[in-house]
């Protein structure tokens, strides 16, 4: 059903979709599904009015892409569209070709026609955000491809990711322990920031946080004090668990300094890299080749992303 991708912390799949027994969205994603739905239903003041004629609608792809979009259009259905029946041809992360066919809805037709802008939204911008995914995948070779918390759809962003073969990152504040620049700053502004970062790793509750931890560093310095004061800690406490070294603003070349110190002192096999920063699909190869990142993440990923053109025909093409 989903594209394959690596397993790095990064990958918060396993709290959106549950494989498990009965395979199906968590309460976590479905709640924020159902937000996201009352807005979009709310605003074409789409209703499932239950009138009319039963008619048969058939949404067809007008462009090729990667198709995403069916675990939100079925809660849609069951939860606000009940007299409606859905029959669907394609899985998510299939590929759609122009012509394919998607769904076939069928119900009276004035429920049929009062959500059809809100089915095609749905399914437009998630297959179009998957099929970008895709793209950056697709070029990234061994190095993961991570988007950001910079989302417009929230969690359904995120799936549209995972479902494009991408990692979704931290789901919110909360899903991860998250160090940033501004977090350093607030614990101390006077002591170097190298002593600051240490400071910040000393004080963390390992046994909860250690399995996903991120820190964002903005040099080389920076990145080793990060690495050493996580290793001396683990050793500690006999962990083997790795920090996330997010390489902020960098750029692919300093990225490979700082992979190249953290190497000759042993410590590269504390961390996981994350670059980040500026980094486009036009300059990916620049980064896969350069930068020796075990993973990229960009909001470019899912922002700003044209949606796949979707058109819901009545009767069939």
Request: aromatic fraction near 2%; proline fraction near 3%; charge should be negative.
């Given at each position: 059903m989903h594209r394959c991708v690596d397993r790095l912390p990064h990958d918060r799949s396993h709290l959106l979709y549950d494989a498990k027994e009965v395979a199906g969205p968590t309460k976590l994603f479905q709640d924020s599904i159902r937000r996201w739905l009352i807005a979009h239903?709310?605003?074409?003041?789409?209703?499932?009015?239950?009138?009319?004629?039963?008619?048969?609608?058939?949404?067809?792809?007008?462009?090729?892409?990667?198709?995403?979009?069916?675990?939100?259009?079925?809660?849609?259905?069951?939860?606000w569209f009940p007299s409606c029946d859905l029959t669907w041809n394609v899985e998510e992360g299939d590929d759609i070709t122009?012509?394919?066919?998607?769904?076939?809805?069928?119900?009276?037709?004035?429920?049929?026609?009062?959500?059809?802008?809100?089915?095609?939204?749905?399914?437009?911008?998630?297959?179009?955000?998957?099929?970008?995914?895709?793209?950056w995948v697709s070029e990234s070779g061994s190095v993961s491809i991570a988007c950001t918390r910079k989302t417009a759809w929230g969690l359904m962003d995120k799936w549209a990711v995972h479902v494009g073969g991408g990692l979704t990152h931290r789901l919110s504040r909360t899903d991860a322990l998250m160090i940033k620049e501004n977090d350093l700053r607030i614990i101390d502004s006077k002591r170097d920031t190298g002593s600051v970062i240490s400071s910040a790793i000393s004080s963390i509750d390992f046994e909860k946080s250690a399995a996903f931890v991120v820190i964002e560093v903005q040099d080389s310095a920076q990145a080793i004090s990060a690495a050493e004061s996580w290793s001396e800690n683990q050793k500690i406490r006999g962990g083997e668990e790795r920090i996330v070294i997010l390489l902020d603003n960098m750029g692919p070349q300093k990225c490979r300094s700082a992979e190249a110190l953290l190497r000759e002192s042993g410590l590269r096999d504390w961390c996981i890299l994350e670059g980040s920063g500026g980094v486009t699909l036009d300059g990916l190869h620049t980064w896969i080749e350069s930068s020796m990142v075990d993973v990229i993440s960009s909001s470019s990923v899912n922002m700003g992303v044209p949606s796949i053109d979707l058109s819901m025909l009545i009767g069939g093409s």
């Open positions: 239903l709310s605003d074409d003041s789409a209703t499932d009015r239950n009138t009319g004629n039963i008619a048969e609608a058939v949404v067809v792809s007008k462009s090729t892409g990667v198709f995403c979009g069916r675990v939100p259009v079925d809660l849609l259905f069951a939860e122009l012509g394919s066919q998607i769904l076939s809805i069928s119900g009276p037709s004035d429920s049929v026609l009062s959500c059809e802008r809100v089915v095609l939204n749905i399914l437009g911008r998630l297959s179009g955000i998957t099929t970008r995914t895709s793209e």
